[in-house]
T-cell receptor
């Protein structure tokens, strides 16, 4: 079945550092890929998505590129802020199946 | 304001006492879904609904029921809760009956079953 593997957290960074959160997937067919973010005490919000190979999703300074050859969708940001502290979930959906989430990666950014 | 609302936000109950967690969306969305979030497991889908009167099982449906009598509401029913259903529950909706569309999540309901 479909699965998503994310790097274990927490990821601890200083403000303005570069962020990478790795995400790889296993899926049948050609899935759509997502990054959702969960701020403390809140529900998940869509951060960005990509629906086909080589697409780049971007939002709020975050980017991720759909790499079919490496089955990856790594999340990057050039300069993190304290307000980016949250849990980040990589997810996929293939065909009309259900959304499959990774286990989440907590990001902690200190001033 | 466009939103997904859940009630209650926090609930402590005892084993076997039936409960319902309500979910409502005011965006005229067709697709609605319930997830549970557990540490180290991420989110797992319990049930989903493509439209009124159409529901289907997700990955972890055992011990749960749902109904979709109106487009805006999608309650989650635990007829006989057990401690292993202690979890954080999220309702979500999306505009069209396509789970590939962006899903909008409610704020969550933290359930503790003693």
């Amino acid at each position: 079945g479909d699965s998503v593997t994310q790097m274990e957290g927490p990821v601890t960074l200083s403000e303005e550092a570069f962020l990478t959160i790795n995400c790889t997937y296993t899926a049948t067919g050609y899935p759509s890929l997502f990054w959702y973010v969960q701020y403390p005490g809140e529900g998940l919000q869509l951060l960005l998505k990509a629906t086909k190979a080589d697409d780049k999703g971007s939002n709020k300074g975050f980017e991720a590129t759909y790499r079919k050859e490496t089955t990856s969708f790594h999340l990057e940001k050039g300069s993190v802020q304290v307000s980016d502290s949250a849990v980040y979930f990589c997810a996929l959906i293939s065909g009309y199946s259900t959304l499959t989430f990774g286990k989440g990666t907590m990001l902690l950014v200190s001033p | 304001e466009a939103q997904v609302t859940q009630n209650p936000r926090y609930l402590i109950t005892v084993t076997g006492k039936k409960l319902t967690v309500t979910c409502s969306q005011n965006m005229n969305h067709e697709y609605m879904s319930w997830y549970r979030q557990d540490p180290g497991l991420g989110l797992r889908q319990i049930y989903y609904s493509m439209n009124v009167e159409v529901t289907d099982k997700g990955d972890v449906p055992e011990g749960y029921k749902v109904s979709r009598k109106e487009k805006r509401n999608f309650p989650l029913i635990l007829e006989s809760p057990s401690p292993n259903q202690t979890s954080l529950y999220f309702c979500a909706s999306s505009p069209i009956a396509d789970p590939r569309d962006t899903q909008y999540f409610g704020p969550g309901t933290r359930l503790t079953v003693l």
